[in-house]
Structures are given as structure tokens and as C-alpha cells.
């Protein structure tokens, strides 16, 4: 009974941090324009539409956070087998992955900026100084935030796996998350007000990104506000909700196959979903079939 109340006390702990982990990189993800739509950021300069929007989209978000998260993981569970304290350890990979982050986010503006110097966007090293560190800033709160929910997973719950791999997992879940909740306000909502609502953008508006706010030119601190508060929680509680449930599959299973009939459990429910999307995806073939143009009336 012991055992199932520290289990469940666990479980709402790591949901907790993951709705604050999702919040900081759905926040720092636009901030950077990593997110929904990278492409346009990048296209504007090349249709006329200079801007001071910071650009560091050179991977997904997923592949992205996947590297972060597993490093600030590695390093903090090397600490921990040279017996350093588990809470220093954990700052300590954080710092350093988030140290990681910053010089991904540096080279990546300055290589992607560059790139357009013929089209004359110019690099602003105001926008470089002023917006890296707050990417770095939000970077640390979700690597911390993750590296802790694994560091309970292991050495909590029993998990078999080694920190780095579950840092790998869930940083593609967290980058996942942030990807499919929060770009939509980022992209949709926000880099493409001056469109109509549901009118979607077309060929004509490409690159045509608001690039002016209240007062002056808009930067992407601009953008990390309006995350703030609208695509930052959706994804928290994404993510959040993600990890609660999650943990519940381990903490029925993990008293099987010496702590393996969790994972186990997990290839068994993946393969059900699967099946059911193939399912889905013949059945909708079946139903509807390719498209077909409609038939003209005739005069």
C-alpha cells in the first residue's frame, strides 16, 4: 500500500513538472522560430519582407530536444555514479546542456541569417544578444524539469532503463508536444494576423509575415509573450497530461518480468495503435477512394 501511495505521489509530481517543461519549450521554440512556420521566417527576405524575427529552425523540435534533454540526463547520471549529490548533478547536466543550446541557437541564427545576406536581411547583433540568453533561460526550466521526471522514473519507480535513453524518449516527446500543441497559436494565430481568420495563407502571402508591432519593428521577445500566454500552457498541459497517464502504465506493469512487463506493455499498446491506424487507413481508402473532379451539368 506504501508503495502504490509513492507511486501515485510520483506520478502527479513528474505531470506537474512536464506541464511546466512543456510551457518553456513551446515558449522557447517560438521564441527561436523553431516551430510552425520556420519555413516563412526564413522565405520572408527573399520576397521583400526584411525583419528582426530570430531564426534558429535547423532541426525539428523533436530530434532537438531529444539531443538537449539526453545530455543534460548523461551528464547528470555520470555525476550521480561518482556519488555526487542527485540534486547537484541534475543542475549541473542542465547547465551544461542548456550551455549546448545556446551555441545551437547562436550558430544556427547567424548560418541561417547569413545565408540571406544577398537578399538584404541584415544580422542584428542586438537580436542576438538580447533573445539567446532568454532561449537558453527557457531551455534550462524544460531540461530541468524533464531530467528530473526521468532521474523519479529511474530511480523512484525502477524504471530498467539508464537515464540518457529515458532522456532521449521523452525529449521527443516534449519536442513532439510543444510541435503539435503550440505552433498553431505561434504560426496560424500570430506570425499571420495580417490574413484572415480561416482563410489560410495563400501563394501570393508568402513570406508576408507581420513584422511590425504596437510600437516599432516586432522581435521574437514579442512572440515569446504571446506564447506566454496562450500555446505555452496548451502544450504544458499536453505534455503534462501525457506523462501523468503514462506513468500509471508503469506503475501497474512494472512488478512484472523483473520491471520489464512495463516496457513490454508499452510495445504491446504501440502495436495495438498501430493496427488500428492501418485499420482506419484502409477503410477510409475503401470508403472514399481517390478524388474525383465533380461532373459539369450539361447546358
Known sequence: MENIVLGIGVAALAGALATVAGAAEDTESDIGSQGDPNSQVQLAPQMGYNHRIFNKAIAGEPPAWALW???????AWAFMIMNVNPVLSIIIGSILASFVQGVYATTAYLGRTASLAKFGQPVYVDILKSVTPVTVAHAFVAIFTTVTIVYLMNAVLGHPFPLPILGIIWGIALGAAGSAVGNPFYGKERQYQNQKFGAGVPISASGNIVRYAEAGERSSLDNGWFTSKFGGP???????LIVFFELWRHLIFEHYFGGWGSVMMGAIIVLIITIMARYIEVWARKTYGPYTAPEEEAI
Open 69 to 75: 534533454i539526453a545530455i543534460g540526463a548523461g551528464v
Open 234 to 240: 496548451a502544450s504544458g498541459i499536453c505534455f503534462g
